[in-house]
T-cell receptor, first 115, second 116 residues
Framework: DAGVIQSPRHEVTEMGQEVTLRCKPI?????LFWYRQTMMRGLELLIY????????DSGMPEDRFSAKMPNASFSTLKIQPSEPRDSAVYFC?????????????FGPGTRLTVT | AQKVTQAQTEISVVEKEDVTLDCVYE???????LFWYKQPPSGELVFLIR??????QNEISGRYSWNFQKSTSSFNFTITASQVVDSAVYFC?????????????FGQGTELSVKP
């Protein structure tokens, strides 16, 4: 089975530009998570979905960030407009509630650099 | 509030030494899961182990072992006879299960450097 797929793997953009990160969860998983990793703040949860519905977006830093999950096999995280402080590695993860452990499987991450 | 603390920011050892990575957690729930993930220099997050709050039995997997003690809210990770390939950042994480799909709260990570 394919794991969690993220694209692009690397993104370099200029301040003020719109950035869209993409995630394809593992087929059959009903939870999807977006995490951000920075040196200062470590790994932090931004938002998560259950059955395509956003459940908790309290980690989204500000209105410049938005996330959608139009169907069970695709999610996007958008930053508009981007700022240098958004530079980080963004991870997508998915899990299946049928497993009592809710074990999360992580994608390879997207390294975002905003200049 | 849920919290995971990894007090050791960096550890450096020489190959073949044993090393223990500490993890202390806080939660009000009685049912939860604890995890360890490894992040090698390549950047991906690699799952190592999961423990549920009802199982305090220690676990050993090859050179890796984990010690879970609810009395001290600790879930420590020991690497025996460390190798250079063990060099990575290790994260401890807490998951409170009910209705949250396993949302993970991560510690700050411990960077382990194993020198030849």
């Amino acid at each position: 089975d394919a794991g969690v797929i993220q694209s692009p793997r690397h993104e370099v953009t200029e301040m003020g530009q719109e950035v869209t990160l993409r995630c394809k969860p593992i087929s059959g998983h009903d939870y999807l998570f977006w995490y951000r990793q920075t040196m200062m703040r470590g790994l932090e949860l931004l938002i998560y979905f259950n059955n395509n519905v956003p459940i908790d977006d309290s980690g989204m830093p500000e209105d410049r960030f938005s996330a959608k999950m139009p169907n069970a096999s695709f999610s996007t995280l958008k930053i508009q407009p981007s700022e240098p402080r958004d530079s980080a590695v963004y991870f997508c993860a998915s899990s299946f509630s049928g497993r009592s452990s809710y074990e999360q499987y992580f994608g390879p991450g997207t390294r975002l650099t905003v200049t | 509030a849920q919290k995971v603390t990894q007090a050791q920011t960096e550890i450096s050892v020489v190959e073949k030494e044993d090393v223990t990575l500490d993890c202390v957690y806080e939660t009000r729930d009685t049912t939860y899961y604890l995890f360890w993930y490894k992040q090698p220099p390549s950047g991906e997050l690699v799952f190592l182990i999961r423990r549920n709050s009802f199982d305090e039995q220690n676990e050993i997997s090859g050179r890796y072992s984990w010690n879970f003690q609810k009395s001290t809210s600790s879930f420590n990770f020991t690497i025996t006879a460390s190798q250079v390939v063990d060099s990575a950042v290790y994260f401890c994480a807490l998951s409170e299960v009910y209705n949250q799909g396993g949302k993970l709260i991560f510690g700050q990570g411990t960077e382990l450097s194993v020198k030849p």
